[in-house]
């Protein structure tokens, strides 16, 4: 028992795809297989896509010691903007994604500025930008459904790649796995680190490629990888390379961690602040062009309650609540968990309520897991 | 056999499998004041929470023989009632409760109903007060109202005020003036001859050789020596302590003192919650090429705010000029101060200086992040080469650069958060307090190394609240009292006595020693 703690507390992410697994078999079976069926996997991480995309914004966003609130309706907002300029305007897609991405950066960078230089505490921010960025939404479409929005948006939202495409994808991505793993045991032989042994890399990569090979296989024998999984794909790549590879990523890290004594040594914490709210802006941005393209219509209830699955997915996946560690994948596991309940539940056609007392309990259980296995500290 | 009121026989505690207390007898007589030494790391907090029960019996082994009977706490609560207290050297009071509701924590007296019965804990906390020599407080008062030095004081009268007959003070006067010291050790005297035990955990080891009946030094987990104190000295303990001859506390590296390059000009800082209050008053100074300028005072005195103020970090309303090269410099945040070559170790490590997710390394490199940089990407491998130089210069000693900065005992995070300043490459390095809860090895390092870098021509800016520090490794000493500058001295047979009687004069006036007329732009001295 003991020796498991251990294991978990070092690999507490090995814990989490063992969770995800328990609630895949559960769903599973409890369908007769329906669960597991390529058409619905593929459903399942389009569905995550959009608590995905802002769950890589609020991972940084919570590291740095801070909370948003107000995502959910910021991407109700920017998504309602994109589907009248594509309905009403009929302005082309690429001068609506940068218009509505640049309103994104804008407001996030408004919300960032009262945070860290005027000091306004972010649980307030987020709090008031969500009713008020609600609002807005409600104003600008007149409560009604703004429909329907052209082909091409619904692409970013409902298109896939054609399966040969996946395919190149998926021996790219196992070839840059194999080139960083080659890269690293050669840093670490420069160094004269012990390297990691061989058998280790070597089933870490074939691990990799199998979990490639089978996200692969499964979505291509459905109708191919949908186009916002793709994009959470880069996303996923862009952030972990921030978090782990940056200046600015590091910068992260210590302002959640100790925001005076990074003060004091010369770092400008309001600036990362500020362009962490930034990022945050741009995510809600995405997500709601993709929700929108997903629903084929601006709503003026989308995005409810979206902050709340996000900032779960962050918690979930180990980041810390008082800052200074956390990661990107982890966050992303933990909005796999959480859209499989939505969707495994929905299937079984849980009523709402249930729903909602299932997922609350399994964050306030997940959270606890990771308090207690947090060996030594406060 | 037992007139011990207690004793600690044979105790052993593991953390995983390295023992950090191997074997370790402590013996303490009623009205016995007991001086635990040894260096930061060598165990002398896990014997205390040993003791407290903070480690419940059972996780530990040997026993504790309480007043004749065998302890066996499993919690604080039982030791507290036992008669054991420990004033932690953080203190634990509630800044916004009153002193009396302080003193009562957890043992409120209460009216029927559960009210408070304030008149009563007022009396009985007035008196408690009187009892410790400290009539003119106002216990209805919030103890934020209180400064270092009396908090301390509010503390033991809590203690008392559980009826203690063995009291554990860990570090009490890390945070008190010379004269609050000396205070604390006169109600020590006089708890003594009431028949309370004291075990007193201390750096200063004169206020241990002064207080103290019996000295007990550990090392490494180890008991090395139990000695009356009548048959010790200073030395003595030091020697115990780290196990080696330490024939000069106060390393001195040869080092010329050059021309004029740095000038505080009319630094005037006002107080954070009471804007109208000076905490720093029109204080102007020079500091010379490769030399290492003391700042002495009481604590409160003003010296922290003024450094800080220098640094851009002061946190209220202040003025003032920064002039280096004879070109003023614009410090008003610490990134500008940084960029101009000023920067600053600060006084609290665990507030201001460590960033504790971040491992030793990443800390080291922090503030110069940007320089190992290619287009946004960290050059992993040039910043790890940096590492692994500062931590060879600074003797740091970790097992990898990789662990938890928290991992460090106090001397070698505080070697870290001076390497992450010195890779600035400042002109003017301020050290506030740069040795508080240092162990005496680590201490003569960092004299050597500030010893290293005035020869290499950095002039450095010392606080220090502590005299023998500042006469040992200054080469000028700047007295600050209440705000202004009380004294300018050159560190020439300049004695304690001379500092303290600056700090503690009345005028505006400044004094000096010899004919030091320290103006801007006058000709260095050469020392060696």
């Keep these: ?378 | 056999m037992s007139d011990y009121l207690l004793q600690m026989n044979g105790i052993v505690k593991s953390f995983g499998g390295v023992k950090a207390l191997n074997g370790i007898d402590i013996k303490v007589r009623a009205g016995e004041c007991v001086g635990l030494c040894g260096e930061n790391g060598a165990g002398k907090s896990t014997l205390m929470k040993v003791l407290s029960a903070v480690y419940p019996h059972g996780t530990w082994e040997g026993e504790i023989v309480w007043d004749g009977q065998p302890l066996k706490a499993q919690s604080i609560s039982e030791t507290e009632a036992a008669g054991i207290v420990i004033i932690h050297q953080e203190l634990t009071l509630v800044p916004d409760l009153s002193v009396a509701e302080n003193i009562f924590m957890g043992h409120e007296l209460t009216l029927p109903g559960g009210r408070m019965n304030y008149p009563a804990m007022i009396h009985r906390a007035e008196a408690l007060m009187r009892e410790l020599k400290v009539p003119d407080m106002n216990v209805a008062l919030p103890v934020s109202q209180y400064g270092g030095g009396y908090q301390q004081l509010v503390e033991i009268a809590k203690a008392l005020n559980k009826q203690a007959r063995l009291l554990i003070l860990d570090e009490p006067s890390s945070a008190l003036t010379r004269s609050e010291i000396e205070v604390l050790l006169d109600i020590i005297r006089d708890l003594k001859a009431k028949g309370v035990a004291c075990v007193y955990i201390s750096h200063k080891l004169d206020e241990v050789a002064a207080v103290c009946d019996t000295i007990s030094v550990i090392r490494d987990g180890k008991h090395i020596a139990t000695t009356a104190m009548a048959d010790m000295d200073i030395p003595s303990i030091i020697t115990q302590m780290v196990g080696r001859e330490m024939s000069n506390l106060y390393p001195t590296e040869p080092h010329t003192v050059g021309e004029v390059i740095f000038e505080a000009r009319n630094v005037t800082c006002y107080d954070v919650d009471n804007p109208k209050r000076k905490r720093v008053d029109d204080i102007s100074f020079v500091l010379k090429r490769g030399e290492i300028l003391g700042i002495a005072g009481l604590v409160g005195a003003g010296r922290t705010e003024l450094v800080s103020a220098l640094f851009g970090a002061y946190p209220g309303r202040y003025t003032g000029e920064v002039w280096l090269d004879g070109k003023p410099i614009d410090t008003r945040t610490p990134l500008k101060s940084i960029r101009a070559g000023l920067c600053m170790v600060p006084e609290d490590r665990k507030r201001q200086g460590i960033i504790p997710d971040l491992g030793v390394g990443q800390n080291i490199t922090l503030a110069v992040l940007d320089t190992f940089a290619h287009l946004t990407r960290i050059d992993a491998e040039a910043e790890l080469g940096s590492i692994d130089k500062e931590i060879a210069r600074m003797h740091l000693k970790t097992a990898s650069p990789f662990l938890p900065i928290t991992s460090l005992s106090g001397g070698n995070q505080q070697k870290a958060v001076l390497a992450k300043m010195l890779l600035t490459q400042p002109r003017v390095l301020i050290l506030d307090e740069p040795t508080r809860g240092v162990d005496v090895g680590a201490k003569y390092e960092i004299y050597k190394l500030m010893g290293a870098l005035a020869a290499s021509g950095v002039s450095i800016i010392m606080v220090s609240s502590e005299l023998a520090e500042v006469l040992g490794v200054s080469d000028r000493v700047l007295v600050i009292g209440e705000g202004q500058l009380r004294g300018d001295f050159i560190n020439e047979g300049l004695t304690q006595e001379q500092v303290l009687a600056a700090a503690l004069s009345q005028s505006g006036d400044t004094a000096h020693n010899k004919n030091n007329n320290d103006r801007p732009g006058a000709v260095g001295d050469a020392r060696q």
């Excluded at chain 1, 916002?228 to 921030?242: A, C, K, R």
């Excluded at chain 1, 966050?331 to 796999?336: E, H, I, K």
């Design chain 1, 1 to 378: 028992m003991n020796q498991l703690k251990q294991l978990f507390t070092r690999y507490k992410m090995l814990a989490l795809v063992i969770a995800i697994a328990v609630i895949w078999l559960f769903f599973s079976w409890e369908t007769d297989g329906g669960f597991l069926t390529p058409r619905n996997l593929s459903n399942l991480l389009r569905q995550m896509s959009i608590t995905g995309i802002l769950a890589c914004g609020m991972v940084l966003v919570i590291i740095s010691g801070e909370i948003d609130l107000s995502v959910g309706s910021l991407l109700g907002l920017l998504g309602g903007v994109a589907a009248i300029l594509d309905v009403v305007y009929h302005l082309p897609l690429p001068l609506n994604l940068c218009i509505v991405a640049g309103c994104g950066l804008l407001i996030g960078l408004a919300n960032g500025c009262m945070t860290a230089y005027l000091r306004i505490p972010s649980f307030i921010v987020g709090l008031g930008g969500m009713l008020a960025f609600r609002g807005i939404l409600l104003g600008i479409t007149g409560g009604t459904t703004i429909a329907p929005v052209s082909p091409e948006l619904v692409y970013i939202g409902q298109g896939y790649l054609p399966p040969l495409v996946g395919v190149v994808l998926g021996v790219l991505l196992f070839a840059l796995t194999l080139f960083l793993t080659w890269r690293q045991r050669s840093n670490r032989a420069l160094h004269g680190l012990a390297a990691h042994s061989l058998v280790r890399d070597v089933v870490r990569v074939a691990a990799i490629g199998a979990v490639l090979a089978g996200f692969v296989y499964t979505l291509n024998s459905y109708d191919g990888i949908p186009v916002p999984v793709l994009l959470l794909l880069v996303l996923l790549g862009v952030f972990s390379y921030i978090t782990s590879q940056t200046v600015f990523g590091r910068r992260i890290y210590s302002v959640g961690s100790n925001m005076e004594a990074t003060r004091l040594s010369g770092i400008n914490v309001q600036a990362v602040k500020l362009w962490i709210f930034g990022i945050m802006g741009v995510m809600c941005a995405l997500a709601g062009l993709v929700n929108t393209a997903r629903l084929a219509a601006g709503s003026p209830s989308a995005g409810n309650m979206g902050e709340l699955d996000a900032i779960a997915a962050c918690f979930i996946g180990g980041t810390s609540m008082r800052g200074g560690s956390g990661t990107v994948y982890g966050a992303l596991l933990g909005a796999l968990v959480i859209t499989s309940l939505d969707n495994g539940m929905s299937m079984l056609d849980v009523d709402s309520y249930w729903q909602m007392i299932v997922k609350g309990s399994i964050l306030v259980l997940a959270v606890w897991v990771d308090v207690s296995t947090r060996a030594g500290r406060r």
